[in-house]
């Protein structure tokens, strides 16, 4: 990997996200401008950034869940194209990228293990003995096996965020995307959602995460990205963005959280 703050590390061929001079906006606002970023296979890709800055959208381009105007974008080799005219190959992306939220948004309806169960059963076909033992064997690894029968609002919001992960990699994903995903968690069950993540990057799982756990960072990342209105204008292994940022608006960002 090149250790260079400003290059891009990587070519398209051998990433899992390749984006090109990627831009988007909503209505007049130019929310990210000719964005550069490859993930390559296995790396944790951590993004950092002020509110507002873009780092949700930036990775809600990535699962085709927002479109972008201007280009290219690929996905395991799959071309999302602009304004959301990707057709079989977005259906393609979503089945391969996990994404986990902020607000679990896990099935109220529906038990811990149907809702892990659900995508696979759907969108995989699996037999539901199929699935059935995928869920617990993921619901094992996230910690909660002993919860599978209970619904999501029984549950603390670090188990109810342990259950979106699983629900997220019932589906075998290539990658997975993680949004802010221990913010809206109280304190003391930050830790359990982290410690699953880490496990996960542990094993290999090529991740892009939005976070403002600077030490999760600097522990976990491979590569820490610093957004600031809609361009990187940083980026570099985390020891190098932590502690030597050399963009002033970088040092200004991290004087304020860290
Ligand atoms: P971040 O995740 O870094 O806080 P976002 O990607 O959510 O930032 O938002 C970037 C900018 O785009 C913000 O100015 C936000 O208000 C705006 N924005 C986000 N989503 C929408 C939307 N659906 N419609 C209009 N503007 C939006
Ligand atoms: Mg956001």
Known sequence: MNDEHSQTPSSPEHSIVSLEKLNKHFGSLHVLKDIDLDV????VLVIIGASGSGKSTLIRCVNGLEEYQKG???VD??????????GQSLQAIRTEVGMVFQQFNLFPHLTVKANVTLAPLKVRGMTSQEADTTAERLLERVG?????DKYPTQLSGGQQQRVAI???LAMDPRLMLFDEPTSALDPEMIGEVLDVMRELAREGMTMMVVTHEMGFAREVADRVIYIHQGEIVEQGPPHEVFDNPRNERTQNFLSRVL
């Open 72 to 74: 290219r974008l690929h």
């Open 144 to 148: 909660i096996a002993d919860q599978a």
């Open 166 to 168: 699983a629900r997220a």
């Open 77 to 86: 080799g799959k071309e999302l194209l602009p304004y959301g005219k990707s």
């Open 40 to 43: 390559t296979p296995g790396e």
